[in-house]
């Protein structure tokens, strides 16, 4: 869809990089610049199993695929002249500088637009254009209220396993550079597009963040339980040692699974007969559930309630998930400097 088009990726670590990526997989040519003695960070963030020679990882492998890749230093002369001649002829750059840097390698905005006015500047910051604190995605899950949210009461705050408030940053970006290419094509202007971390962590609270705005509930750690809905999230063991959880939105889904699991007597108790209720004694709910569940397989009871279109899944670590073929199909390979690697695909739309 985006050939023709042309990227400069002068970003590291996994937001900026996986914009690039967005692009490359869609079709447009990327290019992506590296220090020549430092590189991206992320090429030595390896499990203890990997090559330590081996000059990527499968993090880096991640977040980088179908670019071309050029090393050079942006601070040399040399350097710098070689990427303002590459601006020329550019529809796109990225980068996640930290505060003052673009301008100390004499290519602010100002500059890059007086070169080529129709380019698209994205950048990525932790806490917006005036701030210089070095920002990770774990201080960000720890201060936007993510953490406090995670885990259980026993466990104590808990990260997310992803670079979530990246991954979420990443997204932003994308929207923004292709709402800017929409403008220019009406107007023939480039524009400069700025996510910050923070920003977009706050953004993504959502629900959470109205429950609190409009009742003043703060949110504590409930495991996978969801504040607003029950039985939903928790845990069930079934008659082969399985986890299963179920994602019951409305009074017909609680209806169906009642019914099939034979515990239809409860759907009209006054402790369970809406959903605010059920919220209220879900302790003793899914203590009711679990005393039916462990009667069923996992197989046999997937299969009736997927049957009646009531929301239910068995909890898989990633062997499981990538042994399904529709899960293979989003996976996507690549040599790079030799070496094979594969990632998840950065596409989800058809």
Same mark, same amino acid.
Request: aromatic share 4%; charged share 30%; net charge positive.
């Given at each position: 869809m985006l050939k023709g088009l042309k %990227?400069? $990726?002068l970003s590291t670590v996994l937001a900026g990089p996986s914009v690039g990526t967005f692009f490359a997989e869609l079709g447009a040519? @990327?290019?992506?610049?590296?220090?020549?003695? &430092?590189?991206?960070v992320t090429r030595s963030w390896k499990l203890p199993t990997e090559d330590s020679a081996a000059n990527i990882s499968a993090y880096f492998s991640s977040i980088n695929y179908k670019k071309k890749y050029i090393s050079f230093d942006l601070k040399s002369k040399e350097g710098l002249a070689y990427l303002l001649d590459m601006v020329k002829d550019v529809d796109i750059l990225i980068s996640n500088f930290k505060l003052g840097d673009a301008e100390k390698f004499g290519i602010s905005d100002s500059i890059l637009h007086n070169i080529n006015p129709r380019l698209i500047i994205g950048k990525i910051n932790g806490y917006g254009i005036d701030s210089d604190r070095v920002a990770y995605d774990l201080i960000l899950q720890a201060e936007s209220g993510?953490?406090?949210m995670n885990g259980t009461p026993e466990s104590g705050p808990v990260k997310m396993p992803v670079a979530l408030v990246d991954v979420l940053a990443a997204h932003q970006l994308k929207e923004g550079i292709l709402l800017a290419l929409y403008n220019r094509e009406r107007t023939g202007e480039g524009k400069s597009i700025s996510v910050s971390l923070y920003d977009t962590a706050l953004s993504s609270l959502t629900n959470q963040a109205s429950n609190y705005l409009m009742t003043g509930l703060v949110p504590q750690r409930i495991g996978s339980t969801h504040p607003n809905i029950a039985p939903y999230g928790e845990l069930f063991t079934t008659k082969d040692q399985k986890t299963i959880t179920f994602a019951i939105g409305s009074n017909s889904h609680f209806k169906k699974l009642c019914d099939v699991i034979g515990i239809d007597r409860i759907v009209d108790s006054e402790k369970f007969s809406s959903?605010? +209720?059920? @919220?209220?004694?879900? %302790?003793?709910l899914? +203590?009711? *559930?679990?005393? +039916?569940? +462990? $009667?069923?397989?996992?197989?046999? *009871? &997937?299969?009736?309630?997927?049957? &009646?279109? @009531?929301? %239910?899944?068995k909890v898989q670590d990633l062997q499981e998930v990538f042994s399904s073929e529709k899960a293979k199909k989003l996976i996507r390979e690549e040599d790079i400097n030799g070496i094979k690697t594969s990632r998840i695909t950065s596409i989800a739309f058809k």
């Open positions: %990227v400069i $990726d040519e @990327v290019i992506k610049i590296e220090h020549p003695k &430092l590189g991206d993510f953490m406090s959903n605010q +209720k059920r @919220v209220v004694h879900r %302790v003793e899914k +203590k009711i *559930i679990q005393e +039916k569940i +462990k $009667d069923f397989t996992c197989s046999d *009871i &997937l299969s009736q309630l997927t049957a &009646l279109n @009531v929301p %239910v899944g």
